[in-house]
T-cell receptor, first 112, second 118 residues
């Protein structure tokens, strides 16, 4: 059974700092890994998707890496801003039923 | 392109009642998945519909069911509601089967329906 763990559970940083969020998964037989952002009471916004054959993806200040063999992914946020405050979730797509398995998320607070 | 829409946004029901939630995917998408989000369990997969057929199912009791219509809109039904069914229900749209896209394409989520069972 796939399990996804995100560390840390919560992170508070001052504005302008670069930061890294971590995600690990137990079964390396995945199709892809996706990072999402969730604002309080809202749905999920897709940030980056990395296919299993890829090593990283970049979008603006965000960079996500994937090491499938070790079951790890990182989301790097450069020059953090208060508007980046949200819960960040990673999810892996795998298994015969093509379901997304989510981590519990990292609650990020960027202080002005 | 309009995003994924879900109705209603909020629902309050009592134990024993049943409820129906609706999801309209992104135009052209034929795959709709449903997820339940609770503080304790996080996000859990309920089921996926593709071209009006349930293709995949998570580990939820038979009280949770769904269907998909020919226009790809999907409904999820929960019968005999329990207190533990209180959650945010999210649906996700995927371009699987469209223009050569695979299910490994991006999942786009709607805003969710907040269900409270009293």
């Amino acid at each position: 059974k796939q399990e996804v763990t995100q560390i840390p559970a919560a992170l508070s940083v001052p504005e302008g700092e670069n930061l890294v969020l971590n995600c690990s998964f137990t079964d390396s037989a995945i199709y892809n890994l996706q990072w999402f952002r969730q604002d309080p009471g809202k749905g999920l916004t897709s940030l980056l998707l990395i296919q299993s054959s890829q090593r990283e993806q970049t979008s603006g200040r965000l960079n996500a890496s994937l090491d499938k063999s070790s079951g790890r992914s990182t989301l790097y946020i450069a020059a953090s801003q208060p508007g980046d405050s949200a819960t960040y979730l990673c999810a892996v797509l795998g298994g015969s039923n093509y379901k997304l398995t989510f981590g519990k998320g990292t609650l990020l607070t960027v202080n002005p | 392109k309009a995003g994924v829409t879900q109705t209603p946004r909020y629902l309050i029901k009592t134990r024993g009642q049943q409820v129906t939630l609706s999801c309209s995917p992104i135009s052209g998408h034929r795959s709709v998945s449903w997820y339940q989000q609770t503080p304790g369990q996080g996000l859990q997969f309920l089921f996926e519909y593709f071209s009006e057929t349930q293709r995949n199912k998570g580990n939820f009791p038979g009280r949770f069911s769904g269907r998909q219509f020919s226009n790809s809109r999907s409904e999820m039904n929960v019968s005999t509601l329990e207190l533990g069914d209180s959650a945010l229900y999210l649906c996700a749209s995927n371009g699987r089967g469209t223009s050569g896209r695979e299910i490994t394409d991006t999942q786009y989520f709607g805003p969710g329906t907040r269900l409270t069972v009293l």
